[in-house]
T-cell receptor, first 114, second 114 residues
Framework: AQSVTQPDIHITVSEGASLELRCNYS??????LFWYVQSPGQGLQLLLK??????LVQGIKGFEAEFKRSQSSFNLRKPSVHWSDAAEYFC????????????FGKGTRLSVIA | DAGVIQSPRHEVTEMGQEVTLRCKPI?????LFWYRQTMMRGLELLIY????????DSGMPEDRFSAKMPNASFSTLKIQPSEPRDSAVYFC????????????FGSGTRLTVV
């Protein structure tokens, strides 16, 4: 079964600074990977996904993520954070085989300060 | 498409009362998921359906919880009787397949049991 770890519970960055949120997964084969964002009082919104091909994927709102098989990681990055990026971010992993649902990490809360 | 629609957005009820949460998935999506989100436990998968058939309900916490999907455009999650520890945000999500498609989440129902 697949699993996902988001090591950072809470991160604070200054507006305009770069951001990297960590995600590590465990799965015996090539997974497919997702990042979701949840703004306060809202549901989860898909930012980007990876399932094959180019290991650097671009998403909405200026986010990107890089799949690194050797490190079992799928870290989310943004070169310049805006105050509106303050939210909860969830990494999720899915399996190619079988009929198993996505497994979500526990989330990383991002705070943005002026 | 209007996305995944959940109702009500907020529900306050007294302990012991029956609560029914509703979800309309995106048309054409054949998977439907019910999640519960709390500060303590994060995002928990309660149950999911494929083509209106419950596939895995192992996440349903107790017999007080039940879910149905009478047709492709409607699902309910019922709690009877409700307890204060059921207070949480309940999300419905739908997908056009398991795996690479990702899930589309509704805005959630915030349930408070007093």
């Amino acid at each position: 079964a697949q699993s996902v770890t988001q090591p950072d519970i809470h991160i604070t960055v200054s507006e305009g600074a770069s951001l990297e949120l960590r995600c590590n997964y465990s799965y015996g084969a090539t997974p497919y990977l997702f990042w979701y964002v949840q703004s306060p009082g809202q549901g989860l919104q898909l930012l980007l996904k990876y399932f094959s091909g180019d290991t650097l994927v671009q998403g909405i709102k200026g986010f990107e993520a890089e799949f690194k098989r050797s490190q079992s990681s799928f870290n989310l990055r943004k070169p310049s954070v805006h105050w509106s990026d303050a939210a909860e971010y969830f990494c999720a992993v899915g399996a190619w085989s079988g009929n198993t649902p996505l497994v979500f990490g526990k989330g990383t809360r991002l705070s943005v300060i002026a | 498409d209007a996305g995944v629609i959940q109702s009500p957005r907020h529900e306050v009820t007294e302990m012991g009362q029956e609560v029914t949460l509703r979800c309309k998935p995106i048309s054409g999506h054949d998977y439907l998921f019910w999640y519960r989100q709390t500060m303590m436990r994060g995002l928990e998968l309660l149950i999911y359906f494929n083509n209106n058939v419950p596939i895995d309900d192992s996440g349903m916490p107790e017999d007080r919880f039940s879910a149905k999907m009478p047709n492709a455009s409607f699902s309910t999650l019922k709690i009877q009787p409700s307890e204060p520890r059921d207070s949480a945000v309940y999300f419905c999500a739908s997908s056009e397949g398991q795996g690479i498609y990702g899930y589309t989440f509704g805005s959630g129902t915030r349930l408070t049991v007093v």
